[in-house]
C-alpha cells in the first residue's frame, strides 16, 4: 500500500482546490522553489500572495486567500513577509522611500 501524498489525506470541501492550488505552484515554482508573485494593482487587504494564488486558480481574491490558507496551516507553502528597520509594512516603507517624490526641474532648489 502506497501512503498518502503531501496533501492526500485531506478530504471533504475545497480538497480538490488545495490539491489544483499545490500543483499549479509547483509547477509555477522556479528552481528555488519560490513563486513569482503577480504584478500590477492588487487588494491590499488581501495581499498579493493571495491574489496570485487566485488568478492560478482563476477565482476570487477572497477564495484564493482561503486556499492559502488552508496550504500555510498545512505547511505545504510558506508565505514570506519583509520586515523593515522602520516596523512597517514592506509596501508602506517601499511607497515612502521617494517612489512618488516628483523630479525637480534643472536648475532649481
Do not use: Y
Not at 492559502?68 to 510558506?78: G, M, N
Amino acid at each position: 500500500m502506497t501512503p498518502a501524498g503531501l496533501i492526500g489525506t485531506r478530504t471533504g470541501r475545497g480538497a480538490a482546490t488545495d490539491r489544483l492550488a499545490l500543483l499549479l505552484l509547483v509547477l509555477e515554482a522556479r528552481e528555488s522553489g519560490r513563486v513569482r508573485q503577480c504584478g500590477g494593482t492588487v487588494d491590499t487587504k488581501r495581499g498579493r500572495a493571495a491574489v496570485t494564488v487566485a488568478r492560478l486558480l482563476g477565482c476570487s481574491a477572497s477564495a484564493g486567500e482561503r486556499v492559502l490558507e488552508r496550504l500555510e496551516d498545512r505547511e505545504l507553502v510558506l508565505r514570506v513577509r519583509l520586515r523593515t528597520a522602520s516596523k512597517m509594512a514592506h509596501r508602506d516603507a517601499v511607497d515612502g522611500a521617494g517612489g512618488r517624490r516628483r523630479a525637480r526641474p534643472h536648475g532649481r532648489r
